[in-house]
């Protein structure tokens, strides 16, 4: 059985004090450096090392964000250097969504724990399972998860699980979204998310709007408040209730620690008879409006604990908080955290003065005592010392984390000594005090010092052309791309193997494929869930005996599956697996993976320093912008579990497409523009990629196979002829531009 433990967010150092001082067990919060909230107030290294210190004082613990995606500069020449004086403190946790900053971690910072950020997009037992062979200590599962989703995760490992239980809700899966990246350059999964899902959009469905004035912002999620099912979440295995907030103010943080404080201390008190009893466990109303004052939008939903998704869950009008509503700063409790000081801890002393022997003092703080002896006690010639000048002087202890509780004074009469030379036993008592507190936490350097240059590093070489393959999300694309002898592989959805009918045309179209000697490749679906349409996971084996060259893997849960039936070795990762880094790609390949897909938010320079050997690059296609385990045809109009085509149009009048997979209940929000870079291909054939794909998504059967003409030409070298321009808008994506 694990602790439970409250754990608070801490985006400035202020909120840190104001967490600790309303409860919290632990804090996370986020250096200058890799943090998934680069806009906070985010601590300096050395207010890093400090606020280590503090918390250990407090007898709390602190954990630090670098869950955010790195590239190849910052990993191999900032990181090692940035960690270096934290883990020498103590840090008690990091939490990571880069594999290879995972890798990294373990390599370099042994006894580190490893947290798993929700930004991994932990949906199951088996992707829970393979990072518990990595020594993941801890793992934030998606939000989008039920109890029993996290019940079943608690069950199949030992680590600990933590999850968001107030706070701010992404409408998109964490680490799945590229909306911010793709329209404004500002990465989500780099600390800098705009937030354009809380803009107005319309939503449209063959020609008919469905959505209006009171329901204009249909991305906008409420926020979440679960204090209510406290008792079902730690029922469900959850250890760590975490509150999100690291962009809020510490009276926010204040606020909202204390009232979680209060009722996860009633249910621990009293947990035999609220189990026995659930209905009596109650939350007072006036504790309900209070954290409803501190910050809502529109109300607040209970997470996904209770529900797959709904309308409910969301601010769809999008209501600003009136004058009239926002209470002032001491009804939100948020004076005290704005005015959180330095924390002091109460210690006992014994001060020993003689004349002709050195001033000695001795601190004590439970069972742990200093002894530290200073300057040698004169007689007095004229005024001596008073036993309460000495009182005085010895009790100002300043901004020092202590004040004597007790200090007794053995000292006598006629003697003298500088107050300079009492200040300085003083300060130097209580740090060697603190320092022998805080010893059991501080670490050595790590035994292998600093780390030299990543072997997992590209390699010159004499670079082909490369294969080209095709993905069709839709069997009409497919048809017209079959006929294209010089395309080398076929990418083929296992939604279309759903259908009986459908299943028997497809196998026979795979069989077709291989004997033209070219390639049949799987792709799985984006979100891979227990209660989704997984029947396909049966035909796995049987399609991979029959010679199927790969598997398209889109999440960590399916890669676990796959690892689980030994099939982890055709596994080809997609860009939203970010390898986004050399070590990450060597992390991969040491664990058996065939291929990887380059991370869409890479530009041509940090791909050239890529080892893209083994990789592939999509030279064509709709980015997907968001896997959201939310629905806008059943939010807006009904559910009807037919794979509804949308189109969201922003304020500028650009459409969006949607698809709404109902295998796996999500929607699928691609760009307005397809990425072409066929008019780059002569830069990116000297990157060195094996393959190369074009993804087919709301294409017809025409224009696909037109796009793959096009590229043809380039990538084959077939005339050396483009077709015509077309008319249409394309994008380039980050190939030029990259992201911050």
């Excluded at 985006?11 to 409860?23: I, T, V």
């Excluded at 518990?132 to 069950?155: F, N, P």
């Excluded at 999964?189 to 354009?196: D, K, L, V």
């Excluded at 590093?457 to 052309?465: K, L, S």
Aim: aromatic content about 8%; hydrophobic content about 35%; some cysteine.
């Amino acid at each position: 059985m694990y602790k439970t433990e409250l754990l608070a967010p801490a985006g400035s150092f202020q909120a840190l004090k104001a967490a600790l001082d309303a409860g919290a067990d632990a804090v996370y919060t986020g250096g200058r450096l890799f943090g998934a909230r680069a806009y906070a107030d985010n601590l300096s290294g050395e207010e890093l090392t400090e606020a280590v210190d503090m918390v250990h004082l407090a007898g709390k613990k602190l954990y630090l964000t670098v869950n955010t995606l790195l590239k190849e500069q910052e990993l191999e020449e900032s990181l090692y250097e940035y960690l270096l004086p934290v883990y020498r403190a103590g840090l008690d946790g990091i939490l990571v969504q880069d594999f290879g900053v995972l890798d990294f971690v373990r390599r370099e910072f042994p006894g580190l724990p490893i947290h798993a950020s929700t930004q991994m997009t932990v949906t199951g037992p088996e992707g829970a399972k393979f990072l518990e062979t990595l020594g993941v200590r801890r793992l934030v599962a998606a939000r989008e998860l039920s109890l029993k989703d996290l019940q079943i995760i608690r069950e199949s490992t030992s680590m600990e699980l933590e999850a968001f239980v107030h706070g701010a809700l992404c409408y998109s899966y964490s680490g799945q979204c590229l909306m911010s990246s793709m329209i404004g350059g500002r990465s989500g999964n780099r600390g800098r998310c705009a937030q354009p899902c809380r803009l107005p959009w319309e939503v449209w469905e063959k020609g008919r709007r469905l959505n209006g004035k009171n329901t204009g912002y249909p991305l906008n999620t409420k926020d979440m408040c679960t204090v209510e099912l406290i008792p079902e979440i730690l029922r469900a295995g959850v250890m760590s209730l975490k509150i999100e907030g690291r962009m809020k103010k510490p009276g926010y943080t204040a606020g909202v620690v204390e009232i979680y404080r209060k009722y996860l201390d009633e249910y621990l008190h009293r947990r035999a008879y609220y189990d026995a009893h659930p209905e009596c466990y109650r939350v007072e109303e006036k504790d309900k409006k209070r954290l409803f004052d501190l910050f809502n939008r529109d109300g607040f939903n209970q997470s996904y604990f209770l529900v797959r998704n709904g309308r409910e869950m969301m601010a769809l009008k999008n209501e600003k908080l009136t004058e009239k509503r926002r209470p002032s700063v001491r009804e939100t409790g948020g004076e005290a955290g704005e005015k959180s000081g330095s924390r002091q801890y109460p210690v006992q002393g014994i001060l020993e003065l003689r004349p002709g022997f050195p001033a000695r003092l001795t601190a004590f703080s439970g069972e742990i005592r200093s002894e530290i002896q200073g300057s040698p006690v004169q007689k007095a010639q004229n005024q001596p010392l008073s036993r309460e000048r000495v009182k005085k002087q010895m009790e100002k202890t300043g901004t020092s984390p202590f004040f004597f509780e007790s200090l007794e004074i053995r000292m006598e009469d006629d003697i003298f000594l500088p107050v300079q030379s009492l200040n300085e036993l003083r300060r130097n008592g209580l740090a060697a005090l603190q320092e022998k507190i805080l010893s059991p936490w501080r670490r050595p350097d790590p035994p292998a010092g600093r780390p030299g240059q990543s072997p997992c590093r590209r390699t010159p070489e004499v670079f082909g052309a490369g294969e080209l393959r095709v993905l069709t999300e839709q069997a009409e694309q497919l048809e017209g791309l079959l006929d294209i002898k010089e395309i080398d592989g076929y990418y083929l959805p296992v939604s279309l193997f759903r259908e009986d009918k459908m299943k028997k045309e497809m196998l026979e179209k795979v069989e077709m494929i291989l004997k033209s000697g070219r390639k049949a490749f799987l792709a799985l679906p984006y979100i891979v869930r227990r209660d989704g349409k997984n029947d396909y996971l049966k035909e796995l084996e049987d399609l991979a005996g029959r010679g199927i060259s790969g598997i398209l893997v889109r999440n960590l849960e399916s890669f676990g599956i796959l690892r689980k039936m030994n099939l982890h070795r055709l596994a080809i990762l997609d860009a939203g697996m970010y390898t986004f880094n050399n070590r990450s790609l060597c992390f991969w390949r040491e664990n058996g993976i065939q291929g990887d897909t380059a991370p869409w938010e890479l530009n041509r320079r940090e791909l050239a320093k890529r080892d893209n050997r083994f990789s592939e690059m999509i030279l064509y296609g709709r980015t997907p912008m968001m896997i959201s385990g939310q629905c806008l045809k059943k939010n807006l109009d009904r559910c009807t579990g037919s794979g509804s085509r949308l189109t969201l149009r922003d304020r500028m009048g650009k459409n969006f497409p949607v698809q709404c997979d109902c295998g796996s209940c999500c929607n699928i929000i691609y760009n307005s523009l397809p990425l072409d870079l066929a008019g780059e291909w002569e830069e990116i054939r000297g990157l060195g990629f094996r393959s190369y794909r074009l993804n087919f998504t709301v294409e017809n059967k025409r224009e696909a196979a037109e796009t793959a003409g096009k590229f043809l030409a380039a990538v084959k070298g077939r005339g050396r002829k483009t077709l015509p321009a077309d008319g249409k808008e394309y994008t380039k994506g980050h190939f030029r531009r990259g992201v911050e």
